[in-house]
């Protein structure tokens, strides 16, 4: 819509694994926001948005950083333009955004899968998440599934890295198995033991870092 000589637009986007509202507004100071909203994550995990002024543009438009829960940076029309730092509310996020976050696609989600020392078979825990997989697959629209494999810390980092991709490549073929390569686009990576989940020395057994990681996009 147009307000005066301004056109703005209401936007909603993705931030450091969080969602921020945005309301833009052409030829405007910071990163054309009229408002920014962070909204929390799902899985509580800590995020942060940085409202910054953009190059050439007064010093009144100073850098703000919003880092909980519905910090917001709003700015008056009729005013200097500066952002002023708030707080909203989630009523307030629902009366006024509700709309566009129920068309937003879902947000990406991990699985983790586990395996026995030197396997590339999955332990009977992790088979179990693959029903739960499937109906997260199927609330994605044209969904991707990226699938990388982990290794703990024994062992020689050549033969990690070998390991690492063995283990998403046999669960690719568990997956393409059950079918599902019919609905979804997959990929296989492997990190092998430079992406610890548990830091450890080396040569040291830790079942939590013989992992894939499936991330559903």
Partial sequence: MWKGKMRIELRAVRAFGSTA????????CSTSAERIILLPNEDQRATAIVVRPKAGFRSHCK???????????????????????RT??????AETFGQTLAHLPPRPVSFTFYFPTGSVELTEESRALLPSLRQEVARHPAAEILIVGHTDTVGNTTDNDRLSLERARALYDILEAEGFSEIVRMETAGRGERELLEPTPDETDEPRNRRVVVRVR
Avoid: K
């Avoid at 509202?21 to 405007?28: C, D, E, F, G, T």
């Fill in 21 to 28: 509202l945005v309301a833009l507004i052409l030829s405007a």
């Fill in 63 to 85: 850098e703000l950083v919003l880092d909980r829960p519905y910090a917001a940076a709003a700015r008056s029309l009729l005013g200097s333009g500066a952002f002023v730092q």
């Fill in 88 to 93: 909203a509310t989630a009523t307030e996020v």
